[in-house]
């Protein structure tokens, strides 16, 4: 039972452009999200989180957007630039708690 | 601030070996986690330590699994023995704290491969 899911394998977008990554979640007990990027042979590094109280948090090119009506997030990342190529992975944790469920990832590639 | 620190960074066993991995968090994180990364997927927590002791166990497959962290600084995870689909990369992670909102930093990870 996958409770984060990022339905897009990979994105394509040209440098300068808009990058958004969507992730979807089921339960109603998180209340607490991250995004991490990972690079080939590194491990994930925090990115940007957004707490449930909250609708947008930003910080410079990245702002990520919580729907919890919807149970979706997104992260925006403008403008693009090649170096932002990477995986990102979305998780969730639930009220009171540390445990991180990640999704499955998006492959981010951004072309000059 | 040194990160966190894995080894060995790639291992390659037949079926029904042994292996071990290590790591090394971060100075005065006492919070400690190692996840399983199969390829396509996202990281799955495997156990959780605050100090020398676990936190949540719950998803680490204790028949053939096995992780410590006697002095509550470096830990090793064990397989013994490993199947095909212990193939993966094996994150280490550590935090400050335990608790909700706490960032987790992770390592370079293991990549593991069972033949």
């Known amino acids: 039972d996958q409770q984060v899911k990022q339905n897009s394998p990979s994105l394509s977008v040209q440098e300068g452009r808009i990058s958004i990554l969507n992730c979807d979640y089921t339960?109603?007990?998180?209340?607490?999200f991250l995004w991490y990027k990972k690079y080939p042979a590194e491990g994930p590094t925090f990115l940007i989180s957004i707490s449930s109280i909250k609708d947008k948090n930003e910080d410079g090119r990245f702002t990520v957007f919580l729907n919890k009506s919807a149970k979706h997030l997104s992260l925006h990342i403008v403008p693009s630039q090649p170096g932002d190529s990477a995986v990102y992975f979305c998780?969730?944790?639930?009220?009171?708690?540390?445990?991180?469920?990640f999704g499955t990832g998006t492959r981010l590639q951004v072309f000059p | 601030e040194a990160g966190v620190a894995q080894s060995p960074r790639y291992k390659i066993i037949e079926k029904r070996q042994s292996v071990a991995f290590w790591c090394n968090p971060i100075?005065?994180?006492?919070?400690l986690y190692w996840y399983q990364q199969i390829l396509g997927q996202g990281p799955k927590l495997l156990i959780q330590?605050?100090?020398?002791?676990?936190?949540?166990d719950s998803q680490l497959p204790k028949d053939r699994f096995s992780a410590e962290r006697l002095k509550g600084v470096d830990s090793t995870l064990k397989i013994q023995p490993a199947k095909l689909e212990d193939s993966a990369v094996y994150l280490c992670?550590?935090?400050?704290?335990?608790?909700?909102?706490?960032?987790?930093?992770f390592g370079p990870g293991t990549r593991l491969t069972v033949l």
């Open positions: 100075s005065g994180h006492a919070t």
């Open positions: 992670a550590s935090s400050l704290v335990t608790g909700a909102n706490n960032e987790q930093f």
């Open positions: 339960n109603s007990m998180f209340d607490y």
């Open positions: 998780a969730a944790s639930a009220y009171n708690t540390d445990k991180l469920i």
């Open positions: 330590f605050q100090n020398n002791g676990v936190v949540d």
